[in-house]
């Protein structure tokens, strides 16, 4: 048996966060993770790049241990930072060398004394009279073993462990429990991008630019990275010659801080659940074979990718949406979209309502104000049932729509600096989660160098 003071399930953005904060705070740490490396979604599921870490006008609002990261980063030329969108769904992205990124994490949570444990995955809990986790159980190459803590993390981004307490939660939208599509992202190497910008230029109508074509060329003149919704006329002939059968509106690509490797995120794989192993197992099948027929029809059809190569595939699907864990407040579109003031705000967020169709071939976005900074309050990290167990990530409480909004990296990671910071402030006070002292998580949020409201 090991015993730490918190235990964090998940090293993605998330709980790769919440590990570096709690261990920040001087607290026993492990990170549990499934695969081995941390970075999640930015690593396992290929996804990249960032997106977004500004609001539409362009504001920073997501700082602290996030941009810390990004520093690191680019300091070992592994990034240029936070870049133009050429696009202009957001003001910027902030493209990664994902094997830099693994490092970096890493480096970020062992400086500051957490443990990792990789290649382990959440097997079973124990729970005491009041349903407050005592243990877990885990399981690895060294068969089953048990962990105690006092503080628990769920940044499995599935809410497994809170489900597998029995907490409440929610399954996609609310009317038939539709989840948004799993994408299998594409790696493409050895693109000629200066022939990408000419097509552009060249051809502006068979690409779409969300604030029109005048300002996605202006972008694209300066961008360092090429991030674009491409070939839509050559798509659609595609797909009515039966070249490829996916449910996209067009290509997107973006291209990493490797000049020349772009990630494709275009596949689309419908009416499956990422908690039910065998829809998983479909996914992982169908996603495969989408990318053989887009990686075709790039080399076919598109200018600059005449001699790409198709680099290694993501180590598992990339997941949108799951579980929505139902906590003590559930933030909805109103919030996101009105900017409610919270008492408990621990992050904030600038990234529009990005909703992929369940069942239909679109993708629905709610753009935000320019300078719209929504709040993602300290209660939707805290389940309604166990005072010992917070939830980080996008598995946090709230609706279809808002999870939509902060689903993204950037705010996943200042939602998983949060979760660190106060589950430290409950292992130091030696109190229940519920009755975390929201003023001493403020206080330790702004020593990370998190941005918050004025208070």
């Given amino acids: 048996m090991e015993s730490y003071d918190i235990i964090i399930m998940g090293g993605g953005p998330s709980g790769a966060q919440a590990g570096i904060a ?42 602290g241990q996030a941009e810390e990261l990004i520093q690191r980063l680019m300091q070992k030329n592994a990034s240029p930072g936070h870049i133009p969108d050429s696009v202009t769904y957001c ?45 877990l159980t885990l399981c690895n190459k060294a068969g089953l073993q048990r962990y105690e803590a006092k503080v628990f993390v769920d940044a499995t981004g599935d809410g497994d462990l809170s489900a597998a307490l029995g907490a409440k939660f929610a399954l996609g939208r609310p009317e038939d429990n539709a989840l948004q599509p799993m994408t299998m992202n594409l790696k493409v190497g050895n693109v000629d991008m200066e022939a990408v910008r000419q097509s552009v230029f060249e051809d502006p109508d068979n690409f779409e630019f969300d604030l029109g074509a005048e300002e996605g ?137 990005d909703i992929h169709s369940p069942d239909k071939v679109e993708t629905n976005s709610n753009h935000l104000a320019d300078d719209t900074q929504y709040q993602i309050p300290m209660r939707c990290l805290l389940p309604q049932q166990t005072n010992n167990l917070i939830v980080a990530g996008r598995c946090i409480s709230a609706t279809h729509e808002a999870m939509a909004a902060f689903r993204v990296s950037p705010i996943a990671m200042a939602i998983g600096q949060a979760a660190g910071t106060m589950a430290a402030v409950a292992v130091e006070q030696a109190c229940p989660t519920h009755a975390i002292p929201y003023a001493d998580v403020r206080e330790q949020l702004l020593k990370g160098g998190a941005k918050l409201p004025s208070a």
């Avoid at 493209?95 to 995955?121: I, N, Q, R």
């Fill in 217 to 353: 060329l202006r972008r694209l003149k300066v961008t360092p990275r090429v991030s674009l919704k491409a070939y839509t006329k050559t798509w659609k002939a595609a797909k009515e010659r039966g070249e490829v059968d996916v449910p996209r509106e067009f290509v997107l690509f973006f291209e990493t801080s490797t000049p020349g490797v772009v990630i494709v995120n275009t596949s689309r794989i419908q009416g499956l659940d990422g908690t039910n192993p065998h829809d998983l197992s479909k996914a992982e099948v169908i996603g495969r074979k989408q990318n053989l027929q887009i990686f075709h029809f790039l080399k076919t059809h598109c200018k600059g990718f005449e001699h790409a190569i198709q680099m290694d595939g993501a180590a598992q699907i990339g997941i949108r949406e799951t579980r929505r864990i139902e906590g003590l407040y559930t933030l909805t579109a109103e919030d996101v979209l009105n900017e409610t003031n919270f008492p408990d705000p621990i992050a904030l967020g600038g990234y529009p309502i």
């Fill in 91 to 135: 003001s910027t992205v902030t493209p990664f060398d994902s094997e830099a990124l693994k490092v970096e994490l890493e480096s970020m949570l062992l400086e500051a004394g957490g443990e990792l444990l990789y290649h382990t995955h959440f097997a079973g809990t124990e729970k005491d009279a009041d349903g407050n986790i005592c243990a």
């Fill in 22 to 63: 709690a261990a920040r705070a001087g607290k026993r740490v492990l990170v549990v993770e499934k695969h081995g490396f941390l970075g999640g979604s930015l690593t396992a599921m290929g996804v990249g790049p960032m997106m977004s870490f500004h609001n539409p006008a362009g504001e920073q609002v997501v700082v």
